[in-house]
Antibody, heavy 119, light 111 residues
Framework: QVQLVESGGGLVKPGGSLRLSCAAS????????MSWIRQAPGKGLEWVSY????????NYADSVKGRFTISRDNAKNSLYLQMNSLRAEDTAVYYC????????????WGKGTTVTVSS | QSALTQPPSASGSPGQSVTISCTGT?????????VSWYQQHPGKAPKLMIYEVSKRPSGVPDRFSGSKSGNTASLTVSGLQAEDEADYYC???????????FGGGTKLTVL
């Protein structure tokens, strides 16, 4: 079945780095845009970034621009999020999701991975 | 502060209907028919319930419906059931720079 599984979350100190991964299965990964969305504890959803199917186009929320980098490896059916210069306000559950760029919705979501930024 | 405004809470009794609003501007909700709605149960991942304002993905009950008027989109849940109790988030395209914006979420309680 169609599935997304995130990994790589954990506890990191402010200013540190972390790389999240998302393994896709059950669909042709290389045909789809992909995105990252996060949810701070007790808060709502916040779109973080998306990447085109061929990696030729990326976009980021202003809150992470210049610090986070989205990438993908279609041969490995995997999506990544490199997070640098982490701040306390980056603490959240990070979800990867399949993104339909034509109509701007996310139709498949992973279960999320938790990132905690604290000293 | 979220880009789209939703009421923090809504409630209804089993069998009743409830409508959740999502207010934006002419730069997002009002400017495009790219409004989607997501259901999230506690500790779970969000689930797509409505896309393109009023379309339902396969498997979503027809008790869920979406609409839009001007800068406000709405999600209506008819024939409320206990399992509908969850948080609901709206989302919209907001132009090429911002791309995707979410509402702050509405906690739906089935009384």
């Amino acid at each position: 079945q169609v599935q997304l599984v995130e990994s790589g979350g954990g506890l990191v100190k402010p200013g540190g780095s972390l790389r999240l991964s998302c393994a896709a299965s059950g669909f042709t990964f290389s045909d789809y845009y992909m995105s990252w969305i996060r949810q701070a504890p007790g808060k709502g959803l916040e779109w973080v970034s998306y990447i085109s199917s061929s990696s030729s186009y990326t976009n980021y929320a202003d809150s992470v621009k210049g610090r986070f980098t989205i990438s993908r490896d279609n041969a490995k059916n995997s999506l990544y999020l490199q997070m640098n210069s982490l701040r306390a306000e980056d603490t959240a559950v990070y979800y990867c999701a399949r993104f339909t760029i034509s109509y701007y919705y996310m139709d498949v979501w992973g279960k999320g991975t938790t990132v905690t930024v604290s000293s | 502060q979220s880009a789209l405004t939703q009421p923090p809470s809504a409630s209804g009794s089993p069998g009743q209907s409830v409508t959740i609003s999502c207010t934006g501007t002419s730069s997002d909700v009002g400017g495009y028919n790219y409004v989607s709605w997501y259901q999230q149960h506690p500790g779970k991942a969000p689930k797509l319930m409505i896309y393109e304002v009023s379309k339902r993905p396969s498997g979503v009950p027809d008790r869920f419906s979406g609409s839009k008027s001007g800068n406000t989109a709405s999600l209506t849940v008819s024939g409320l059931q206990a399992e509908d109790e969850a948080d609901y988030y709206c989302s919209s395209y907001a132009g090429s720079n911002i791309d995707v914006v979410f509402g702050g979420g509405t906690k739906l309680t089935v009384l």
